[in-house]
């Protein structure tokens, strides 16, 4: 689990530290990632800020969104129930590429 945003490092550190998060934050200040991707982002005292939103990962692919997050403090809530189906997900994909079982002899 990662959290992204454009604010600086400097500023992310202090809140990692003030709200205790139990996860690291990364740094998209030049808007690079969120450029590539195409992410929602708004203007707030002329700052560009991502819209809150849940990007599942496996594999270097993303493979659900949860957009839009309203109201925002449900994202944590709404992360942990696309987690589980994608967890059923991966013992599928694991169980369709197992190798067939041997006759027994």
Known sequence: ???LSTQSTAYQSEVHERLHLPFPLLSDA???FATALDLPTFSFEGETL????TLLCRDGQITR???????PDQAAQRALKILIPDHMLGDAHAHAHAAPAQ???
Do not use: Q, T
């Open 50 to 53: 991502l819209k809150r939103m």
């Open 30 to 32: 030049s808007l690079a």
């Open 1 to 3: 689990i990662f959290g």
């Open 65 to 71: 969104v949860d957009y839009p997050i309203f109201p």
């Open 103 to 105: 006759p027994a002899i």
